[in-house]
């Protein structure tokens, strides 16, 4: 397979200013007529050349004249004499047999596309590249009983009937110039669930969240998210929308989480319906991210967007940053901060440490597909953040402001934003770009000293070699840190932000009368893993005293993380656990007396060391759960609340209650198991039925058969919530799990449906004490699921494969079959490249 390179990119050859689509849709069959006004970029003599994948060429004009050029390959190449000229196209596609779900494809009865990244190119012959932006007209037609409702980017011009009714059309029409990857068609059976949103400047936007008829009460959620959102981006960044109409539509088969095609978002369903029967407090949470992900791309994505896809993360992390910027307005920062943290470091850092590593702005790839990845969106929206620390929202504001007005309209590069933030904050970014190149996780090192009343505070960087990269150089690096002293708990004087750029920095704090204690990368100032050889009691100390909440956290997790990574009495952890359960914020306690999951007490180690890892975390949860018994159950009683509401508030006291639930289970005492099958039966919300059936699906409890029949009965049809009873099998820890798993797979109700995928082989993927079973049963189950999925969605097989690659960090015997069942994979015929470039990159 061919490899794409950032230093091959040339400035497209032709341009295409207007684009005329008209589709007649049927499913086993649509016809697709384009009309391209193209014009030669700059003097040249090289030809037009259209990409196209899986289309039946009926017919081509060019300025009107019939020409027999086929195309080669995926390429429709022309020879045009003059610098301008119009180019039609007829062509024959069969959405019902699309199951890669890119290009356009049948859902659950309607039609719909997703064109990014390189999906158009299966809809039409077109200059398949974001550099390349046209302003589109649309027409559609289509059966009017089974696709009622006909949508497009920007606004609906006209409509009719033809045929006596039997069929319809509409046209659509977005003044918006677009790269294709932001073109968007949908034909469906839909209701809409209506709104009104007026911007800052009195326009009247009207919004619709198109979906199934019975599913239209559940888009009240995504619907107030979209209106808060929309005033959000105008309050904080001064971005107003700039259409008429915003259309949203709900599928249930989708790649992604959701798409930001211009005023016409699709969306998995999964983020878009919610109702509290049916919705966990995360669900409802994601929805509202998503729905404003996917809002803030109209400016940071289309307004302004990438010039080719090595620049994704120019979209992607800022408007993941955005997304968590809002996140963290609606509830509480701190918890928001400690999640996404957590996440970061469960996916991003293991891709950072593994084979597939690479910088935010890849230089190279095979399979683009296999870029929308953590880095590019999680470390992305780090970097973002650190640039937001280093100017200060002043400066980052003036930075955005001076972004928005130089590009607007244009694709650009990630040095085209760094550039704006430079000029408008007149600070020198040379050598921060070193983000934008750079793959892997930089370690700090830590020495504190004390002499005297002088604090002296020595911080080394160094990142580790990738793939690639062997040698690494110091990255700009904005570290927060605060010292308090040990006799009163209270801080001495302020924080302060420390800027690392060099290899080893001094830090000389005077005024310290006794040696103080050391709270470093406040609220995660930068995407690092510290290295501080620090006493348990100093931990102890931070996470009772620390006025960072997120710092408390961390201190804890850390005294967890030594606790847990080595032998030995855990009194200190179980007693700090106590102690922070005392406090009185239930959504920050949850979160922080959660033991780290075992995979990231495996990442803290050369070789993971899977049973014993799982052995001692077991016995700690034990000895924290029977020590403090009676507050878990105080907690547990204290926040069941007879009502249900979706405030920070409620949300927080499930929480607890739930997390507390959890380790009453891990008492073993039957008191818990009869607690949790009464909340189960009992239950007024997702959130708490769930949170019961995923205790006793870890469980030998007598009523785990019959709660999780009872589930499914309850439940079947509803595809979110038949995930979920996938998904607490696949995670459970008990030794039957693969077979349960693999027997899941024989379900009537398991499918190639992306989320129905990752629900199941997704989440066995991350059940590290069972995939890496010592006899590799789990490895092969995984390679059979990526194989059976590869020839249908290429782009979903090649997630499913992600935990096969890091090998290098399991005991030889584990490495081996691994590294087999990667071998399997590279050599079955007709293997994607996008299972290919991940597969291959693995065992390099
Ligand atoms: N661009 C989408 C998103 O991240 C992914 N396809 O919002
Ligand atoms: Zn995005």
Redesign the pocket.
């Known amino acids: 397979p061919h490899t794409v390179r950032l230093s091959d990119y040339r400035p497209p050859d032709w341009l295409v200013p207007t684009v005329a689509l008209d589709f007649d849709l049927a499913p086993g069959c649509t016809r697709v007529r384009a009309t391209l006004t193209v014009t030669r970029n700059g003097a040249h003599d090289r030809p037009l050349v259209l990409d196209g994948q899986e289309l039946r060429l009926l017919s081509l004009t060019v300025d009107g004249v019939a020409d027999a050029t086929q195309p080669v390959g995926e390429h429709l190449t022309l020879r045009l004499a003059g610098d301008t000229a119009v180019i039609e196209t007829l062509v024959e596609i069969v959405p019902s047999a699309n199951t890669r779900l890119m290009g356009l494809y049948a859902s659950g009865g309607n039609l719909c596309t997703q064109c990014?990244a390189e999906g158009f190119r299966r809809i039409t012959f077109f200059p398949d590249r974001p550099d390349v932006l046209s302003t589109y007209s649309v027409r559609m037609k289509a059966d009017a009983r089974a696709y009622p409702v006909l949508l497009a980017n920007g606004n609906m011009v006209a409509r009719g009937d033809d045929d006596g009714g039997d069929t319809h059309w509409a046209e659509w029409t977005d003044p918006w110039p677009k790269p294709c990857y932001l073109f968007a068609l949908v034909a469906g059976d839909l209701q809409p669930l209506r709104d009104r949103f007026t911007t800052m400047s009195g326009r009247e936007v009207q919004l619709a969240i198109w979906t199934a008829a019975a599913d239209v009460p559940r888009c009240a959620h995504a619907m107030a998210a979209l209106k808060t959102s929309m005033a959000w981006d105008e309050v904080h960044y001064g971005r107003e929308y700039d259409l008429d109409v915003f259309n949203i539509v709900a599928v249930a088969d989708f790649n992604?989480?959701?798409?930001?095609n211009k005023g016409l978002n699709v969306f998995n369903s999964k983020y878009i319906l919610a109702d509290p029967e049916t919705a966990t407090d995360a669900d409802f949470d994601a929805v509202a991210a998503v729905v404003a992900?996917?809002y803030f791309?109209n400016w940071t994505?289309n307004r302004i967007t990438c010039r080719d896809w090595f620049q994704l993360s120019l979209?992607?992390g800022l408007?993941v940053f955005r997304d968590q910027q809002f996140s963290g307005d609606q509830g509480s920062r701190a918890v928001r901060r400690i999640d996404d943290v957590r996440s970061l470091r469960a996916v991003q850092f293991q891709e950072d440490a593994g084979p597939t590593a690479h910088p935010i702005r890849p230089d190279h790839y095979i399979e683009i597909g296999n870029f929308?990845t953590a880095t590019v969106?999680n470390k992305g929206a780090e970097v973002i953040r650190m640039l937001y620390t280093l100017l200060g929202e002043a400066g980052f504001r003036a930075g955005t402001d001076l972004y928005f007005e130089r590009h607007d309209g244009q694709a650009v590069t990630c040095e085209d934003f760094v550039r704006a933030m430079e000029d408008a904050s007149g600070r020198d970014l040379t050598q921060f770009r070193r983000w934008y190149e750079q793959a892997g996780t930089p370690r700090v090192g830590v020495t504190l000293a004390h002499e005297g009343s002088t604090a002296t505070i020595t911080l080394t960087q160094t990142t580790p070699p990738t793939p690639g990269q062997p040698i690494k150089l110091p990255v700009h690096l904005p570290l927060r840190l605060a010292l308090f002293d040990r006799a009163s708990g209270a801080r001495i004087g302020d924080e302060r932000l420390v800027e690392l750029t060099e290899a080893t920095t001094t830090v000389v704090i005077p005024d310290v009368p006794t040696r103080p204690v050391l709270s470093l990368n406040r609220d995660f100032s930068a995407p690092v893993i510290v290295e501080h050889a620090c006493p348990a009691a100093d931990r102890v100390f931070l996470s009772a005293h620390d006025d960072d909440p997120f710092a408390r956290y961390e201190a804890l997790q850390q005294l967890a993380l030594d606790t847990l990574s080595a032998e030995g009495p855990c009194d200190d952890l179980v007693a700090a656990l106590g102690a922070t359960l005392g406090g009185d914020d239930p959504a920050f306690i949850a979160e922080a007396v959660l033991l780290p999951t075992e995979a990231f007490i495996g990442d803290q180690a050369a070789v993971v060391a899977v049973d014993a890892i799982h052995a001692r975390r077991e016995a700690v949860r034990h000895a924290a759960a029977t020590a403090h018994r009676d507050a878990w159950w105080a907690a547990y009683r204290g926040n069941a609340d007879a009502a249900y509401a979706q405030t920070p508030e409620a949300k927080g006291r499930r929480r607890l209650k739930n997390v507390a639930l959890g380790y009453l289970m891990a008492t073993g005492e039957r008191e818990a198991e009869v607690a949790a099958y009464a909340q189960f039966e009992n239950a007024n919300n997702m959130t708490d039925r769930i949170a019961a059936l995923s205790v006793l699906a870890n469980s030998d409890a007598p009523e785990r058969t019959a709660a999780l029949a009872a589930f499914y009965d309850r439940f079947k049809g509803d595809a979110s919530v038949i995930d979920k009873w996938f998904s607490v099998q696949a995670m459970s820890s008990r030794a039957d799990t693969l077979a349960a798993t693999i027997a899941l797979t024989r379900h009537p109700d398991f499918s190639h449906n992306p989320n129905r995928l990752r629900s199941l082989v997704g989440a066995f993927g991350v059940n590290q004490l069972r995939l890496h079973a010592a006899d590799g049963a789990g490895y092969a189950f995984l390679a059979d699921q990526v194989l059976s999925v590869d020839p249908v969605n290429p782009s979903t097989a090649a997630r499913l494969m992600t935990p096969l690659g890091r090998w290098r960090r399991f005991d030889e015997g584990r490495a081996a079959l691994m590294r087999a069942q990667l071998q399997r994979l590279l050599k079955t015929p007709r293997l994607s490249k996008d299972v290919f470039e991940m597969a291959s990159k693995s065992l390099a």
Not at 256 to 260: D, N, R, V
């Open positions: 990014e992604f989480g959701a798409m930001e992900h996917e791309h994505g979209k992607e408007t929308y969106y």
